[in-house]
């Protein structure tokens, strides 16, 4: 019997469209003798589709006749406990049921997807899922704290202070003050939970400090402001496994047009027909395998493991470097939990073809849950049972 795998794709975030550009990649690698799939689509307005109309790319161009074709659908659990996708609205009469699921593939970058927003409703339905738990989910996603539990067990990254938008628009001459006596210019400013290069913007002075922490805040309440490497090469190393056992891909070494790896960069491409958004993260100009060096990969590679495992991720994570040409210091810029075509380029040069590491994170979904089978969530008693008159009181008395 096939494993019947939900992709989930789309979703309310700013990379909605990578999103699925990711997924539509994956399922068409995904293979198909081991696997029933079952493409479930998350629109901007946060309604859920399913149907064969959402597999070919084309129809994305107009959404709102590619939707009404589609077949709206929750994602729930039935009256026998199964996870199953479900007609929306429930018919009165006839079948409702689609399909039943066995192990949820989030495909989602982003808020609401990668963040463990979507992991939690995983988590609640009792529903095996691929990647991240909710914890390095929400982690990973927030610059901020991701950056906190990195320093704080000493791995590299470079100097930062953060502060909330409406502290900034409460007094913003004293941001910039601590950013000049902290930091200095030029800085790097960035919303604390957003990807691909969105929202984020150079700063060499305080009037574009000002214009940059602007951009950021609409983006995000929480706001990163860090030292900028000058003279850096950006370098990426993806990660496959779990808490137990990790491997290091290729590292790619990533040219961008500006001083950092713009939106356009990752994903309009040269522009051409045969790349660019049709192909995701396999568009970015790159050279793959780095030229860093022997001991410099190795050494990325290695920060790459203890990142991920430190952060208790699972499944794939992209996790991004700069290192500085002057000092030849290696620095993690941050880790991406569900990155842009699942970095798959990173892995066919190291040997593991496309189909290879999409088994491999399904049934890494299923070691999880294999493992968290074992674990006790609750215990067999009835605490009402045991009061004596004490009531809504709880434990107190008199």
Not at 308 to 320: A, E, K, N, T, W
Request: hydrophobic share 35%.
């Amino acid at each position: 019997m096939k494993t019947r795998v939900a992709v989930i794709f789309g979703g309310v975030s700013v990379e909605h469209e990578v999103s699925v550009i990711s997924a539509l990649q994956a399922i068409q690698n995904m293979n198909k003798d081991k696997y029933d799939i079952i493409p479930l689509y998350i629109s901007k307005e946060r309604v859920w589709y399913t149907g064969e109309e959402l597999l070919d790319i084309e129809n994305y161009k107009n959404v709102t006749s590619l939707l009404q074709k589609a077949q709206k659908v929750v994602l729930t659990r039935d009256d026998e406990g199964r996870v199953v996708v479900q007609k929306e609205p429930r018919p009165r009469f006839g079948k409702s049921t689609l399909h039943e699921v066995d192990v949820a593939f989030p495909i989602i970058h982003g808020t609401f997807g990668e963040d463990g927003v979507l992991q939690g409703y995983l988590e609640l339905l009792n529903l095996p899922y691929v990647g991240c738990d909710v914890l390095s989910s929400s982690t990973g996603m927030d610059k901020v704290i991701m950056k906190n539990v990195y320093r704080d067990s000493g791995l590299p990254i470079l100097d930062y202070l953060w502060f909330y938008s409406t502290q900034w628009t409460d007094d913003p001459m004293v941001w910039t003050e601590k950013v000049k006596e902290t930091l200095d210019f030029p800085v790097i400013v960035k919303p604390a939970n957003l990807g691909s290069s969105v929202g984020i913007s150079k700063a060499e002075n305080s009037e574009e400090l000002e214009e940059a922490v602007d951009l950021a805040s609409k983006f995000a309440t929480k706001i990163v402001v860090e030292k900028m490497v000058q003279n850096m090469t950006e370098v990426n190393c993806s990660v496959v496994g779990d808490y137990e056992h990790v491997e290091a891909s290729v590292c790619e070494q990533v040219l961008g047009s500006d001083e950092f790896l713009s939106y356009e960069d990752k994903y309009a491409g040269s522009g051409s027909k045969d790349s660019g958004a049709s192909k995701g993260m396999e568009a970015t100009n790159r050279i793959i395998p780095a030229e860093i060096g022997d001991d410099k990969t190795k050494e990325v590679q290695e920060l790459a493991k203890k990142s991920f495992q430190l952060l208790g991720c699972s499944g794939v994570s992209r996790i991004d470097f700069m290192i500085d040409k002057d000092t030849d210091n290696v620095y993690i810029n941050e880790i991406n939990t569900i990155p842009g075509s699942l970095s798959f380029y990173l892995w066919e040069p190291a040997g593991k073809p496309y189909k290879q590491l999409l088994d491999e994170l399904i049934q890494l979904a299923l070691k999880r849950e294999r493992d968290r089978s074992r674990l006790m969530f609750s215990i067999d008693s009835n605490l009402f049972s045991l009061q004596k008159g004490g009531g809504s009181k709880g434990s107190k008395t008199k």
